[in-house]
């Protein structure tokens, strides 16, 4: 089946820089938008990034200039460079191949990051 693992989460000191990797297996990767969601305790999932198959990109307001997306359609793989990480960054990170709807979207199992002060 359809398969998406995030890896690359930890325990990072305020300041510090983390890269997210998301591997996908049985999609044809090169079509799908792509996304990187967070989900705080007790908060709603949000949206931190998206990169469209043709590699645009777009990011929350509160990540701009910090993080950045990537995809490497031969590893079929997507990334989240994370720089200058602050403590309200701390979430579950999951990715997400868009399938235009969000009960039929593939995603991830989460992968935790935590940034100390």
């Known amino acids: 089946q359809v398969q998406l693992v995030e890896s690359g989460g930890g325990l990072v000191q305020a300041g510090g820089s983390l890269r997210l990797s998301c591997a996908t297996s049985?999609?044809?990767?090169?079509?799908?938008?792509m996304g990187w969601y967070r989900q705080a305790p007790g908060k709603q999932r949000e949206l931190v990034a998206a990169?469209?198959?043709?590699?645009?990109?777009n990011y929350r307001d509160s990540v701009k200039g910090r993080f950045t997306i990537s995809r490497d359609n031969a590893k079929n793989t997507v990334y989240l460079q994370m720089n200058s990480l602050k403590p309200e960054d701390t979430a579950v990170y999951y990715c997400?191949?868009?399938?235009?709807?969000?009960?039929?979207?593939?995603w991830g199992q989460g992968t935790q990051v935590t940034v100390s002060s």
């Open positions: 997400k191949a868009d399938r235009g709807s969000w009960s039929l979207d593939y």
């Open positions: 049985r999609i044809i990767f090169s079509n799908y938008p």
């Open positions: 990169i469209t198959s043709g590699g645009s990109t």
